[in-house]
């Protein structure tokens, strides 16, 4: 036994850091891309890219925040009703309640964190399994959505720069030629600061560790309840995110939305490598897993194949995405 | 090969309003030789699945579009980028915020609730308690049919009381299960209101279950079931709109407007209530589906 | 001499278990105290209030004087207290230096990770130990001894005062044991007290200063080890001595060949390994920490999928692609890693044993009979001395070597013919461990073949009618067991480097 | 070394086969009771107790077939889709084929227990995620429901004894004072049955030993692989029960339904204290569940609360019955 440390080869340090696995998700990604540009020459325009970007970044912002609760372990079941809420809080606070704009923001993101502790109270504290803490969150949100908001969509109109939060673009102020929205600006912008916060900061460092061992997280002397809490607050502050881009997309806060959105997000995490027994997952895998869902609705709708049978192909390349990773995973090592 | 090629952005897909809705605008599309697809939303609380949906038939670059809007403004800008792309759009079931449509085929839903309450009041006598069970709370067509048949009551009949309201999704055991605990709790009520086929297939389903013989009841819309029971005396009315003519005005006010011809701006593709002695009238027979 | 700490008086109930009764335990800085006793005798259940994880139920703890209540894991950091568990407590997913430096990471006031210096750290550590691991390497690629090793260093790092290793070298094979020593010798030589828990009676003489020994969750005693014969400590935990018989090779000229293994193959870790065992032998394995032993067994039983090779059974060759055909053919695994491999945790101990043959006790209709399992779970309690209070406790209530123990019942009641031990007395007791030798020669007396690995060179010469050495995923030679064979000539074997793989085969 | 087992106690006894937990595992449901016998005079009348029985015969099902694959370690979202897929198939044999009655039931639990099939080959044999392999399914056979019944309710008009399977009372024929609805019954039956299959026999010995240590069960020699498979195929048959208690309750296979009852299922399985991360659950304690869900429900819809309060109310409840549930099961150790 020499005390030497094998020097971590560079083809090593790629295949520990995960960036293979990661490069490797992209192929089930191309291969869509590919196969709906030759179906169909309409697919593959700026504007239609730009659309498929645009009807990611809601599921996208969701999905970057249950990343961070199924890397610790657990489950948020909450994201899409928490979203309406903090949307229907930006309308109250901005319309009926008439404040500035950057108020409005405030709120939603606020109030998206502090429903994030109380989920993450209730779990680390309390001791109630995530699936059961957000899934009471959820119906909780769901109907003070519809009470706060007296059950109408709350309108905007008082601030009629609101909907630039989402569809302006400042890209394309800057080059005209790439119309990019706020929106998937916000999407992009959001996933290189979260993918930072998990890789390079201790929150991120505890996240991946609760979900490997929560026990020997604990047993090593670190307060896991008061980190797990915190992460439950940061996915739901970026659940307000998701609802100002919402709301900002829709002009209006749609108190009965949001309903089944959680699914989607899963399933982007999912398909994007992130294991549901927590401990190990990327966001740069979260947002393929995103883009791999829109581009395929958008796709099949541009081919105009039959609605019932979208459906059914959907759920057939959603298993074969993932079964193509794991193959490929497999034989990586 | 190129066809005149018109998407429809429907509200839902899977109930059987619009599956006959569809059927109204294959019908036409069939008669003018255009092509026609057809899709909508899961429920119709997302907006912006909507948006979405139209927004990747845009890029189709069709001819005409046909709307059935979930938000009267949620979808203007996209509306707007249709405009500019010299797209004529042609809003059904319910209007938009806007005067971008070329032309709206839809019915009045507040006019036809507002007749089922009518002929509830008529049905138990002017008086006594009645209850609703509604698919929606937020949407449009739940809303406007809500409020049709309370508006009216409210205005009309004093001696009626609106005892309950509860809401189902429009999926008939969430329904069933709804208006059986309605029943429960109201023993003396008079009457029930179902807004859709599947609120009202509920409505009929706990007037069996509970051996609540007496209980009148009107339902929305048609499809085999409600017909079955109206027939039977189960269910002692129903309002229908016109789906299939809502979907064929559509296509063709679309096919006209593609064509840049003129259209009627406001199409009234009406509405009736109909009951055991008019169901086989002809004007009645032509706008009930399975 | 002040004691660094005084345990008096500590009790603990769990629900069916009296596991300490009025225990009392001191330490001197500057000295390395045995702690010893049987399977269950509450060896870590003391340790473990004394780290914080459990209260005790009465008594009392002084830490250099003062009376304190330890609160929690952190409390116990607080006081100077470190620990290594028993059952490795590391996070799989993350890297070693990720593990070592858990809830201490280098960083900035805005909680930005030095993750380079967190590398630098760990690797500083294991050249301390001179081990060769890499800070980078995820915990989960490593083998048990491995990561035992990261336990060790994570212990290392805190610099405690006070330093509690519960079975260190359970998984370690002879010559990490002695890097381990030296580095306790530092330790001690810095004033730090050290609680030395383990069952490898050689490791007490050469490594503690005094031995306390307890019994049935009671305190027995304290001797220094120095002047205490092994057989007086044995007497003191048993209650009894234990007959220490040589190995006895029968005539096995005679015999036929149960398993044959051709030219098995897998990666690097198992190349071209080929071997004999005839019935009623026990061919022992010896080697190195990742010598490729559990690879080979592995493989043979169908867990891992084998690249090339032949596998014959009582002479007929075996398609072997599943465990399950493994076990159809007659042939039984026992891992070496029983929480991920062995047991159920959260089955209780009657199905756990039951697991290998549930066929046998069911009908056609798939029916359990579960009179019958419970009177041979607990047939086999008896006869292998589990501690538990019921056949339907949860396995993962019981302490390491009783969970060690169910594995081995949940094997005997497969009852194959061809049977592989991997490391079958980890963190077993002196007793048992005789018991489990007894066990093993009468089974290769009834005919069964054996397979025994182990990192401990005693147990090997102890118990093997030959020995398979291999180094770096080769069989490295065959030696002969018994007297002839030195610990030396193994070592020779087991440290033969990659040139002359022929010629060695003999 | 002393070979004695202390003998245990019956108190110990009890506390370890678990029926103390389960016995109190009842407290949130008879508080529930209590406080709406209260609450309403019309509550606590034998039909409206039998109407809540009936609401929550189909739950009830669907989360006795979730329980199976929860206990294993897995999750199943495609319950409430698979469920509208056989009550589809069922249709299609009696009124498109217009066969007999038994072969409806037959199709319907043998397409349910095929699908199954297929769920748990894609999970044991390919190694997808059950959350993905079964949100697959759930998009396929939602998508299947609705080709093959063309968009349109099946009616069983040709089959005028089939609303008799779920709304007709055996009981009520033997003891006119209980007209326990049919659907109650096979509901009870089928917990009684899973509960003896889970309980004593081999394939729920495996079940259980499955979700808690599969590898080791696995090394154990045992065909997990099969027998994964096969539990996912009997809670398809489940599934497939399910079909014709909707169905023969609504006298017709409505093809669009059953999106969202999967979470119902899985949430009173969680209620019930079956864990999701496997290894533990009881029959008894997903039936009491499935009993919490519907009587909070209906409680809450006779005394009129508004929808939107209901949704809140029922999230706060879900909470506190597990939050409840655990307090006991810790002091009972
Ligand atoms: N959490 C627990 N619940 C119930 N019983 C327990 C628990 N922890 C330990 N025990 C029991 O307490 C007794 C003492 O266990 P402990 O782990 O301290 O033994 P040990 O001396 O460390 O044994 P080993 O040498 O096998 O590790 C055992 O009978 C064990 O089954
Ligand atoms: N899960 C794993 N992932 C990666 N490498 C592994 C894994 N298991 C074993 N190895 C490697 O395979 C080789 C053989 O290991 P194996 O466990 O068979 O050795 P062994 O002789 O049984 O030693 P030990 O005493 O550690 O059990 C070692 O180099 C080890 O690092
Ligand atoms: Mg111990
Ligand atoms: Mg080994």
Redesign the interface.
């Known amino acids: 036994m020499t005390a030497t440390v094998p020097a971590a080869s560079p083809l090593n340090r790629l295949k520990a850091s995960g960036a293979q696995q990661k490069l490797l998700a992209f192929a089930s990604l191309i291969v869509l891309l590919i196969f709906f540009s030759i179906a169909s020459e309409n697919f593959l325009q700026t504007s239609n890219i730009i659309a498929i970007l645009q009807a990611t970044s809601v599921n996208g912002v969701l999905a970057i925040a249950a990343t961070l609760v199924i890397i610790t372990g657990g489950i948020d079941l909450s994201v899409g009703t928490l979203m309406t809420f903090t949307a229907v809080v930006s309308g109250v606070v901005l319309t009926f309640w008439g404040m500035a704009l950057p108020f409005g923001i405030l709120a939603a993101i606020g109030m998206g964190a502090f429903c994030g502790l109380i989920s993450g109270t209730l779990i680390a504290r309390m001791k109630i399994p995530p699936f059961i803490a957000t899934l009471g969150m959820m119906l909780i949100l769901k109907g003070l959505s519809l009470v706060i908001s007296g059950t109408k969509p709350i309108y905007f109109n008082d601030t009629p720069s609101y909907p630039e939060l989402s569809t302006g673009s400042l890209v394309g102020k800057l080059i005209p030629a790439l119309p990019l929205p706020n929106g998937v600006l916000i999407l992009f912008l959001l996933a290189l600061f979260i993918s930072w916060v998990l890789n390079r900061t201790v929150l991120g460092r505890y996240t991946f560790a609760l979900g490997s061992n929560e026990e020997a997280v604990r047993l090593s002397g670190v307060n896991t309840d008061g980190w797990k809490i915190a992460i439950y607050a940061l996915a739901g502050g970026i659940c307000g995110i998701a609802g100002l881009l919402i709301s900002s997309r829709l002009n209006s806060a749609q108190p009965a939305l949001g309903l089944g959105y959680e699914l989607d997000a899963i399933a982007a995490v999912v398909i994007g490598g992130t294991s549901l027994a927590g401990g190990r997952g990327s966001i740069l895998g979260t947002i393929i897993g995103a883009l791999i869902m829109s581009v395929l609705l958008n796709g099949l709708r541009i081919l105009s194949v039959a609605q019932e049978w979208q459906t059914v192909v959907t759920g057939l390349i959603i298993i074969a995405a993932v079964y193509a990773d794991m193959l490929r995973r497999r034989r990586a090592g | 090969q190129d066809k005149i090629y018109i ?1 429809m952005i429907s509200k839902g ?4 309003f619009w ?1 006959a809705v569809k059927a109204g605008a294959d019908k036409a599309a069939a008669e003018l030789g255009v092509e026609v ?4 939303p ?2 119709e ?4 699945r909507q ?3 139209l ?7 069709p001819a005409a579009i046909g709307f059935a809007a979930l ?1 009267s ?2 979808a ?2 996209l509306l707007k980028q249709a405009q500019e792309a010299g797209i004529p759009v042609i809003a059904f079931d319910s209007g938009v915020d806007s005067d971008i449509p070329a032309a709206t085929a839809s019915t009045d839903n507040l006019a036809a609730a507002a007749l089922a309450a009518d002929k509830m009041a008529e049905l138990i006598g002017g008086a006594g308690k009645v209850a609703l069970v509604v698919h ?4 449009r067509t739940g809303i406007d049919r809500r409020d049709g048949f309370v508006n009216q009551i409210a205005a009309k009949y004093p001696d009626i009381e609106i ?2 309201i ?2 189902g999704a429009g ?3 969430q329904s ?3 208006a ?3 029943l ?2 109201h ?1 003396d009520l008079k009457g029930m209101f179902g807004a859709n086929e599947g609120s009202a ?1 509920g409505v009929l ?1 706990a007037k069996k ?2 051996g609540r013989s007496d209980l009148i009841v009107i339902g929305y819309d048609s ?3 409600q017909k ?1 029971a109206i027939i039977e005396g189960s269910m002692n009315g129903a309002i229908t709109q016109n789906p299939v003519g809502i979907g064929y005005e559509t296509v063709k006010a679309a096919v006209a407007a593609s064509k840049g011809e003129a259209v009627e701006k406001n199409i009234d593709t009406g509405f009736f209530y109909y009951d055991k002695t008019n169901i086989d009238a002809p004007e009645i027979a032509a706008v009930l589906y ?1 | 001499m002040n004691p660094v700490i005084q345990m008096h008086g500590i009790d603990k109930r769990f629900p069916g278990v009296h596991a300490l009764k009025s225990v009392q335990f001191d330490l001197i800085a500057g000295e390395v105290h045995a702690l010893m006793g049987e399977n269950g005798a509450g060896k870590s259940t003391l340790m473990k209030i004394l780290s914080g994880i459990y209260q005790p139920d009465g008594g009392t703890i002084r830490v250099n004087g003062a009376e304190v209540r330890i609160a929690g894991p952190r409390a116990a950091q607080g006081l100077g207290i470190g620990i290594i568990h028993q059952e490795l407590a590391l996070m799989p997913d993350l890297t070693v230096a990720q593990n070592i430096f858990i809830g201490r990471e280098p960083k900035n006031r805005f909680g930005v990770l030095n993750e380079g210096k967190l590398n630098a750290d760990a690797a500083a550590i294991f050249q301390q130990m001179k081990v060769a691991i890499d800070p980078q390497a995820e915990v989960r690629t490593l083998t048990i001894a491995k990561q035992q090793m990261v336990e060790i260093a994570k212990a290392l790092s805190f610099r405690s005062s006070i330093l509690i290793m519960d079975e260190p070298t359970a998984a370690l094979n002879d010559r990490e044991t002695d890097e381990l020593f030296a580095i306790i010798r530092g330790l001690r030589g810095e004033g730090v007290g050290v609680v030395y828990i383990s069952h490898k009676m050689d490791e007490i003489r050469r490594i503690s200063d005094r031995v306390t020994v307890m019994r049935d969750g009671a305190y027995v005693g304290t001797v220094t080890a120095a002047d205490t014969p092994i057989e007086t400590i044995i007497n003191m935990m048993v209650g009894r001595d234990l007959d220490q018989s040589v190995v006895d090779i029968p005539d096995l000229s005679g015999a036929e060949v149960a398993l044959r293994v051709q030219g098995l193959n897998r990666g690097r870790v198992v190349r071209d390994v080929s071997f004999d065992l005839k019935k009623g032998e026990i061919l022992g394995f010896a080697g190195l920490m990742g010598a490729g032993r559990t690879e080979v067994a592995r493989v043979i039983f169908g867990a891992d999928k084998r690249e090339s090779g032949e596998i014959e059974v009582h002479g007929r060759a075996a398609a072997i692609r599943t465990p399950q055909d493994a076990v159809k053919a007659g042939i039984g695994y026992l891992s070496e890693d029983r929480k991920h491999f062995g047991l159920a945790l959260g089955l209780d101990v009657r199905n756990n044993i039951g697991l290998t043959a549930l066929d046998k006790f069911s009908d056609r209709a798939g029916r359990v009979n579960d009179s019958a399992l419970a009177k041979v779970a607990r047939d086999y309690i008896e006869s292998l001395a589990i501690r538990t209070p019921s056949d339907k406790q949860e396995v993962r209530l019981l302490s390491g070597g009783n969970q060690q123990k169910v594995v081995i019942a949940k094997w005997l009641l497969r009852d194959c013919d061809i049977l592989i031990f991997d490391e079958p007395t980890r963190g077993i007791d002196v007793g048992a461990k005789a018991e489990i030798y007894r066990l093993l020669v009468d089974l290769a007396a009834q005919g069964k073949a054996i397979i025994v690995i182990s990192s401990e060179l005693p147990e090997v010469l102890r118990l093997s009618h030959r020995i398979a050495v291999m180094c770096e995923g080769r069989l490295t030679g065959i030696l002969p067991g018994g007297p002839a064979t030195s610990q030396t000539e193994i070592m020779r074997l087991a440290t033969q480097r990659d040139m002359a793989s022929e010629g060695a085969l003999t």
């Open positions: 998407p897909f899977q109930h059987q599956q697809t057809f899709e909508g899961d429920t609380a997302q907006v912006d948006i979405d949906m927004s990747a038939a845009l890029a189709k670059k938000d403004q949620a203007i800008p929606d709370q937020t949407s005892v309950d509860q809401y999926d008939q055991l069933t299960e709804i059986k605990a309605i429960t709790a023993p297939i389903n279950e509970s499809g085999a079931a079955a399975d």
